[in-house]
C-alpha cells in the first residue's frame, strides 16, 4: 500500500492505540482501564489490517477484544464495588523510570537495526491459515477454547455470594 491514506491511517491508529494505552495506565477506575484496553487492541488489530495480515486482525479483535477484555470484564463487574478502584501505589515512582528506560532501550533498537521490506506478497492466505488452524492446530484451539470457558466459570463461581449458593443448594 502506497500514498498518504496508509500513512494517515498509521499516524492516527498509533495516536489512538498509544493515547487508549495511557488511559490504561492512568485510570483510577478498572471498568475505565479495561474499556481504554479494549479501544488499544482495536488499534493494534488495525494496525495488522494495515500490515496485509487481515487474519492476524480479526483473530485479535476476536481473541482479545471478544474474549480476553470481555472476561476481564466480567470479572471486574462480577467482584464486590469495594475492589473497583485503582488505588495510589508507591511504585509509581520506579514505574515511571522503568518506563523512560525502556522507551530509551526502545528508541536505539529501532534507529540502530537495518530494516528490510519483502518484496513479494506473503504465499499463505487467510484461507490456508484457516484450513490449518482447523485441521493442524484444532486439538490446541479447542484446548484453549475449554480453558477460557473454565476460567470463565471459575471467575462467577469465586464471587458468589452465601445467598447466591445457598438458593441453588434448595433447587
Given at each position: 500500500?502506497?500514498g498518504?491514506?496508509?500513512?494517515?491511517?498509521?499516524?492516527?491508529?498509533?495516536?489512538?492505540?498509544?493515547?487508549?494505552?495511557?488511559?490504561?495506565?492512568?485510570?483510577r477506575?478498572?471498568?475505565?482501564?479495561?474499556?481504554?484496553?479494549?479501544?488499544?487492541?482495536?488499534?493494534?488489530?488495525g494496525?495488522?489490517?494495515l500490515?496485509?495480515?487481515?487474519?492476524?486482525?480479526?483473530?485479535?479483535?476476536?481473541i482479545?477484544?471478544?474474549?480476553?477484555?470481555?472476561?476481564?470484564?466480567?470479572a471486574?463487574?462480577?467482584?464486590?464495588?469495594?475492589?473497583?478502584?485503582?488505588?495510589?501505589?508507591?511504585?509509581?515512582a520506579?514505574?515511571v523510570?522503568?518506563?523512560?528506560?525502556?522507551?530509551?532501550?526502545?528508541l536505539?533498537?529501532i534507529?540502530?537495526?537495518?530494516?528490510t521490506?519483502?518484496?513479494?506478497?506473503?504465499?499463505?492466505?487467510?484461507?490456508?491459515?484457516?484450513?490449518?488452524?482447523l485441521?493442524?492446530?484444532?486439538?490446541?484451539f479447542?484446548?484453549?477454547?475449554?480453558?477460557?470457558?473454565?476460567?470463565?466459570?471459575g471467575?462467577?463461581m469465586?464471587?458468589?455470594s452465601?445467598?447466591?449458593?445457598?438458593?441453588?443448594?434448595?433447587?
Amino acid at each position: 500500500m502506497h500514498g498518504a491514506g496508509p500513512n494517515l491511517a498509521f499516524w492516527v491508529l498509533a495516536a489512538l492505540t498509544l493515547v487508549s494505552a495511557g488511559g490504561v495506565m492512568v485510570s483510577r477506575n478498572l471498568l475505565h482501564a479495561v474499556l481504554f484496553l479494549i479501544v488499544s487492541f482495536l488499534g493494534v488489530a488495525g494496525f495488522f489490517i494495515l500490515l496485509s495480515a487481515p487474519f492476524l486482525g480479526m483473530a485479535q479483535i476476536i481473541i482479545y477484544v471478544g474474549a480476553i477484555a470481555v472476561l476481564v470484564l466480567f470479572a471486574i463487574l462480577l467482584t464486590p464495588r469495594a475492589g473497583r478502584d485503582n488505588g495510589e501505589t508507591r511504585w509509581a515512582a520506579p514505574g515511571v523510570l522503568l518506563s523512560i528506560a525502556l522507551m530509551a532501550v526502545l528508541l536505539f533498537v529501532i534507529t540502530d537495526t537495518k530494516w528490510t521490506t519483502a518484496k513479494d506478497a506473503p504465499e499463505i492466505t487467510a484461507a490456508d491459515l484457516g484450513q490449518a488452524l482447523l485441521s493442524t492446530w484444532v486439538l490446541p484451539f479447542e484446548i484453549a477454547s475449554v480453558l477460557l470457558t473454565a476460567a470463565l466459570i471459575g471467575s462467577i463461581m469465586l464471587v458468589r455470594s452465601p445467598e447466591e449458593e445457598a438458593e441453588d443448594a434448595l433447587q
